[in-house]
């Protein structure tokens, strides 16, 4: 089973900071990178995606990929209390299209 | 976008008896399906991928006889818990790959809540 590792948290900060989510995966061969948002008793919605190394910014979210750390992270920049939920980390391996997931980080938004 | 719909959202259920989860992709066609399960606290683990016309792939450990996939159309998947025990309360959420949905990236559906009494 290829892994994905992520830290459980909870993760707290404050209302209008930066929020750094981390994750590392086994597969070396990997090749796309998910973030999905989890609000409890919901199913996972897409955040972001990328697919090469470096940053991708897309509004208050940036993804930032180093393949050759094998490691993929995300901040979510002026953070709001709305954006509580679990973040969930997703790689796409080597082979086959089916994603494996991490176990999520809990990320609280304090007013 | 690409939308799934997945139903029913809740159901509880006797011990023994059976649940039929149906995803739909409503805008799309969608070649392959996954079925995914997540207990509390536990990230989405996939139990088997759905091929339309063919068999399911089942992940190891997953039982195919316990969980029947059907895929007969390139919009409909289901999936069936079949003598159902309170073990197999979870939350089970469908995902859909296809050529409307983008190159590589997955759908899900809003999500089964089993509660087997």
């Known amino acids: 089973q290829k892994e994905v590792e992520q830290n459980s948290g909870p993760l707290s900060v404050p209302e209008g900071a930066i929020a750094s989510l981390n994750c590392t995966y086994s597969?070396?061969?990997?090749?796309?990178f998910f973030w999905y948002r989890q609000y409890s008793g919901k199913s996972p919605e897409l955040i972001m995606s990328i697919y090469s190394n470096g940053d991708k910014e897309d509004g208050r979210f940036t993804a930032q990929l180093n393949k050759a750390s094998q490691y993929v992270s995300l901040l979510i920049r002026d953070s709001q209390p709305s954006d509580s939920a679990t973040y969930l980390c997703?790689?796409?391996?080597?082979?086959?299209?089916?994603?494996?997931f991490g176990k999520g980080t809990s990320l609280l938004v304090t007013p | 976008g690409a939308v799934v719909s997945q139903h029913p959202s809740r159901v509880i259920c006797k011990s023994g008896t059976s649940v039929k989860i149906e995803c739909r992709s409503l805008?799309?066609?969608?070649?392959?399906m996954f079925w995914y399960r997540q207990f509390p606290k536990q990230s989405l683990m996939l139990m088997a991928t759905?091929?339309?016309?063919?068999?399911?792939?089942?992940e190891q450990g997953v039982e195919k006889d316990k969980f029947l996939i059907n895929h007969a159309s390139l919009t409909l998947s289901t999936l069936t818990v079949t003598s159902a025990h309170p073990e197999d309360s979870s939350f089970y959420i469908c995902s859909a790959l296809g050529p409307g949905a983008g190159a590589n990236v997955l759908t899900f559906g809003a999500g089964s809540r089993l509660t087997v009494l």
């Open positions: 997703a790689v796409n391996p080597s082979s086959g299209y089916a994603l494996n």
């Open positions: 805008d799309f066609q969608a070649t392959t």
């Open positions: 597969d070396r061969g990997s090749q796309s």
């Open positions: 759905s091929n339309e016309g063919s068999k399911a792939t089942y």
